[in-house]
């Protein structure tokens, strides 16, 4: 294999990696987060947390780089059109994905100890998962438009 097809497959598979364990880590927290039940909640956010930790963080580095590679290895000049916008959005989605990432493991807190204690998720609890889940709109929504950049490589 090419060095270029083994850094594209690297890039490929690590996009992959970012975009399905944050849509499926997002997916059982705000589902669990409607069931009401913490022992649920903090069971799953404990997992999100983690998924966030050993695979999102990882694939999110491993994106540039490769993505950098690539375009030096193609001679893609760095003001084509498409990775410009790439960039800007791969940047809205990480300022969507740092505060994420903070509230996870503030929300992760408040229901293992609500958990623990036997006492209800506090109201700050509430207020976090709603700026959480605000904050992923964007942010899928800019990764799937990065998707699309990335087959089409538009003009």
């Known amino acids: 294999m090419s060095p270029y097809l083994l850094v594209k497959t690297l890039h490929i598979i690590s996009s992959v ?3 399905g364990t944050g ?3 997002a997916f059982y927290l705000f589902c669990m987060n409607r069931t009401k039940s913490v022992e649920a909640q903090a069971l799953v956010a404990r997992y ?3 998924a966030d930790l050993v695979f999102t963080t990882p694939a999110g580095f491993l994106q ?3 993505g950098f590679a690539m375009m030096w290895m193609a001679g893609w000049p760095l003001g084509a059109s498409w990775i410009v916008w790439s960039l800007a959005l791969y940047a809205l989605a990480g300022a969507c994905w740092l505060p994420v ?3 996870q493991l503030r929300m992760r ?3 293992e100890h609500a958990c623990k204690t036997g006492m209800p998720l506090p109201d700050a609890y509430w207020r976090y998962a709603r ?3 605000w904050l992923g ?3 899928f929504g800019a990764m799937l438009i990065i998707y699309f950049l990335m087959v089409n490589k538009p003009a």
Do not use: N
Request: proline residues 8%; negative net charge.
């Open 17 to 19: 990696v970012l975009v």
């Open 23 to 25: 849509f499926g880590s």
């Open 48 to 50: 999100v947390v983690l």
């Open 64 to 66: 540039p780089i490769t």
């Open 101 to 103: 990432l903070w509230l």
């Open 109 to 111: 807190e408040m229901a």
């Open 131 to 133: 700026w959480w889940e």
């Open 137 to 139: 709109y964007p942010a």
